[in-house]
Each structure stands twice: as structure tokens, then as C-alpha cells.
């Protein structure tokens, strides 16, 4: 089982729709966790950092934490056209170690 | 916030020869940056951990010796790849965390990558 998992994609919705991304960690004990975003041939950018369960909202992002679930996801409102990347989970596990996802890719149709 | 700068941002160059990226933290000291790799349309993949004054710690398959990284001052750390081949052509991205932001803890800051090509 990898440690961060995340669905490849490409995952494709309208504008203007919402898009849902989903990721899963297996190390029980990851306090961080972040949401990049990445243009092809660019390096990440970061968009979200969360470390308590819930729901973090800044602007039309919201990431969400559930770690009895071992699960985070970022959702996206009024996706536009220019939100079409890659977009990286990652978790710091036990080690202190940075663990990214495969990514996945999302494409915004106009 | 933390700034990574990378360079060069490109480079071509012949098979056999060797290449160095730089990769600089502006405005924060880092004592360990992470070198990663990606290949076109996979994902990140980290090759090593470089630690300001000791050697780098390499991911399992990399070759050390292929790879070097040096981590000289608490702001630059260098990948050289040496006698570069077709097959090294790849995107290089540099990272590192600012520790002393207590807003960005753990946040990872990425330099904007240098893409090699090995004709």
C-alpha cells in the first residue's frame, strides 16, 4: 500500500461545477497535511494546508480532514477553466518525512 | 512567505558531460533542502535529502555517485549530474522548508524547477 494515495484522473468537470478531490494516507500518526497544485512543466505550488479535523475554506478552496478516516480531499467551487492541473496531496508522516501522492489530474471544460 | 530560487531554468547540453543546478533559499535559512525529479506526466519523485554541512541522503535506486549534491552554506545546495545521458533528461526541483515561519510551519516551499535535456 503506497503511503498517500490518490485517484490519477484525469477528473473532468464543467465550469463553474465543483470539483472533489480525494486523497488517502496509511500512517495513522501524520499531524500535517497539504494540497499543491501543479501546471504542467511548473513546480508545485502550495494551495492548502490543514492539520485539524474539519474543513479549512480559504477563497473558493476548502480542504477537509478526517484522520480516523485517514482521509483528506480539497474540494473546488466555481472551478474554472484556469484550475486545470495537477493536484499533489502530501502528508509529513511519523519521520517527519513530506510524502506526496501520485497527483490528480483535474481538467475544467469551459 | 519562503522564496526557493532554482537555476538554471534550462539547460541542454551534449551526452557525457556534466551539469549543476543551484538551488537557494532567499530570504530564510535551510539547513536540509530536497532534491526531487520528475518525469513527464508521473509524479514527484524524491532523490535526495541534502543536509547543510554532511552528505546527502540519497532515496534507494539513486546513485550517489551520479548525483552529487553538495550542501555547502545554509542557503545553496547544488546537483550536479555528471556525465549526463539521454535518459537523465527530466525535470530537477528544488525544495525546502523555513522553519522560523511559525504561520507556514512545515510548509514546503518548491524552487520553480530546471528542466534538462541530454541530446
Known amino acids: 500500500q503506497k503511503e498517500v494515495e490518490q485517484n490519477s484522473g484525469p477528473l473532468s468537470v464543467p465550469e463553474g461545477a465543483i470539483a472533489s478531490l480525494n486523497c488517502t494516507y496509511s500512517?495513522?500518526?501524520?499531524?500535517?497535511f497539504f494540497w499543491y497544485r501543479q501546471y504542467s512543466g511548473k513546480s508545485p505550488e502550495l494551495i492548502m494546508s490543514?492539520?485539524?479535523?474539519g474543513d479549512k475554506e480559504d477563497g473558493r478552496f476548502t480542504a477537509q480532514l478526517n484522520k480516523a478516516s485517514q482521509y483528506v480531499s480539497l474540494l473546488i467551487r466555481d472551478s474554472q477553466p484556469s484550475d486545470s492541473a495537477t493536484y499533489l496531496c502530501?502528508?509529513?508522516?511519523?519521520?517527519?518525512?513530506?510524502?506526496f501522492g501520485g497527483g490528480t489530474r483535474l481538467m475544467v471544460k469551459p | 512567505g519562503a522564496v526557493v530560487s532554482q537555476h538554471p531554468s534550462w539547460v541542454i547540453c551534449k551526452s557525457g558531460t556534466s551539469v549543476k543546478i543551484e538551488c537557494r533559499s532567499l530570504?530564510?535559512?535551510?539547513?536540509?533542502m530536497f532534491w526531487y525529479r520528475q518525469f513527464p506526466k508521473q509524479s514527484l519523485m524524491l532523490m535526495a535529502t541534502?543536509?547543510?554541512?554532511?552528505?546527502?541522503?540519497?532515496e534507494q535506486g539513486v546513485e550517489k555517485d551520479k548525483f552529487l549534491i553538495n550542501h555547502a552554506s545554509l542557503t545553496l545546495s547544488t546537483l550536479t549530474v555528471t556525465s549526463a545521458h539521454p535518459e537523465d533528461s527530466s525535470f530537477y526541483i528544488c525544495?525546502?522548508?523555513?522553519?522560523?515561519?511559525?504561520?507556514?510551519?512545515?510548509?514546503?516551499?518548491f524552487g520553480a524547477g530546471s528542466r534538462l535535456t541530454v541530446l
Open positions: 525544495s525546502a522548508r523555513d522553519w522560523g515561519d511559525s504561520s507556514g510551519a512545515n510548509v514546503l516551499t
Open positions: 500512517d495513522r500518526v501524520s499531524q500535517s
Open positions: 490543514i492539520y485539524s479535523n
Open positions: 502530501a502528508v509529513i508522516n511519523a519521520g517527519n518525512m513530506l510524502t
Open positions: 530570504d530564510f535559512q535551510a539547513t536540509t
Open positions: 541534502s543536509n547543510e554541512g554532511s552528505k546527502a541522503t540519497y
